[in-house]
């Protein structure tokens, strides 16, 4: 059986940042692209970013939304079955729960939320102002 955990959460103050982790167990992620969404409360989940798979140790591709774009950076250690999101400069709208999510198929970066078949139970960041 599949499971995402994610790690890392918590409350920060604006400017600061975090770590979160997505290990995966179960099954190996190397051929598996990998992704970010997080969800505000009262409004729908959102793409944060994604991370492509990486044949033969090449180096990934990596999708950003505008809004994390040059503040937040995913990566993966296929080696741990984990993914990362380094989240600097956070602002109060980056408050959320944050997903870990696998898509098996494409194996691009990708935004689309229905594309990923695995998803964990997310991790809180609250940022404040």
């Known amino acids: 059986q599949v499971q995402l955990v994610e790690s890392g959460g918590g409350l920060v103050q604006a400017g600061d940042s975090l770590k979160l982790s997505c290990a995966t167990s179960g099954h190996s992620i190397d051929t598996w692209s990998m992704g970010w969404f997080r969800q505000a409360p009262g409004k729908e989940r959102e793409f944060v970013a994604a991370i492509s798979w990486t044949p033969g140790g090449s180096t990934p591709g990596e999708l950003y939304a505008n809004s994390v774009r040059g503040r937040f950076i995913i990566s993966r250690d296929d080696a741990k079955n984990t993914v990362y999101l380094q989240m600097n400069s956070l602002k109060s709208e980056d408050t959320a729960a944050y997903y870990c999510?696998?898509?098996?198929?494409?194996?691009?970066?990708?935004?689309?939320?229905?594309?990923?078949?695995?998803w964990g139970q997310g991790t809180q960041v609250t940022v404040s102002s």
């Open positions: 999510a696998a898509d098996l198929d494409s194996r691009l970066a990708n935004a689309i939320a229905a594309n990923y078949d695995y």
